[in-house]
């Protein structure tokens, strides 16, 4: 079963632009990770923020975590075309064993 | 290499066949875990590896499906008297420590199962 949902399911933007993605989950957690998937690849770890943080960045992208609203955003800005991707959080589970991921939010990026 | 590699990439097979899949970690990574992903879909956990030992198993969907990393390198997930619900994505995935679902995985590409 998914953990989270992302928000929104799809994201349409033009090269320079933002984009912003939400998460949100619903079980008490460790850490929350960020990561993108190109089609038809694996995934690729963006991002990590640990259940005491509240921000963190990392090159172009930011991110949030509320752990009282059990909610996460990944903000990327200037966009590149590079970014189409889809992207995804994941929790992982109280013992440590998997991450749980969401559906994904897919990002296109048009130049 | 220096990442995550599963083979093959692509695997046809007829209803009822019995499939294996292969993913070399990446060196001395710990932690290797499976997951299964449908088209549009995020990735489900299947089962999860310390080493040799296989510590979590809880997503495995029946006992069709079988896993192993007898040296603790080495994954093989086998998938028995396959069925068409079976076709998706099956990602292969490793960290350095112990408690991998707590830390950074490396993906390989995965291998993508059709079932006719």
């Known amino acids: 079963s998914q953990q989270g949902e992302e928000d929104p399911q799809a994201l349409s933007i033009q090269e320079g632009e933002n984009a912003t993605m939400n998460c949100s989950y619903k079980?008490?957690?460790?850490?929350l990770q960020w990561y993108r998937q190109n089609s038809g690849r694996g995934l690729v770890h963006l991002i990590l923020i640990r259940s005491n943080e509240r921000e963190k960045h990392s090159g172009r992208l930011r991110v949030t975590l509320d752990t009282s609203k059990k909610s996460s955003s990944l903000l990327i800005t200037a966009s590149r075309a590079a970014d189409t991707a889809s992207y995804f959080c994941a929790t992982d589970n109280q013992a440590g064993t998997a991450l749980i991921f969401g559906k994904g939010t897919t990002l296109s990026v048009s130049s | 290499g220096a990442g995550v590699s599963q083979s093959p990439r692509y695997k046809v097979a007829k209803r009822g066949q019995d499939v294996a899949l292969r993913c070399d970690p990446i060196?001395?990574?710990?932690?290797l875990f499976w997951y299964q992903q449908a088209l549009g879909q995020g990735p489900e956990f299947l089962t999860y590896?310390?080493?040799?030992?296989?510590?979590?198993k809880s997503g495995l969907p029946s006992d069709r499906f079988f896993a192993e990393r007898p040296e603790g390198s080495v994954s093989t997930l086998k998938i028995q008297r396959t069925q068409q619900e079976d076709s998706a994505v099956y990602l292969c995935?490793?960290?350095?420590?112990?408690?991998?679902?707590?830390?950074?995985?490396?993906f390989g590409d995965g291998t993508r199962l059709s079932i006719l």
């Open positions: 995935a490793s960290s350095a420590q112990d408690r991998g679902g707590t830390q950074p995985q490396h």
């Open positions: 590896f310390q080493n040799e030992a296989q510590l979590d």
């Open positions: 079980t008490s957690i460790n850490n």
């Open positions: 060196s001395g990574h710990v932690s």
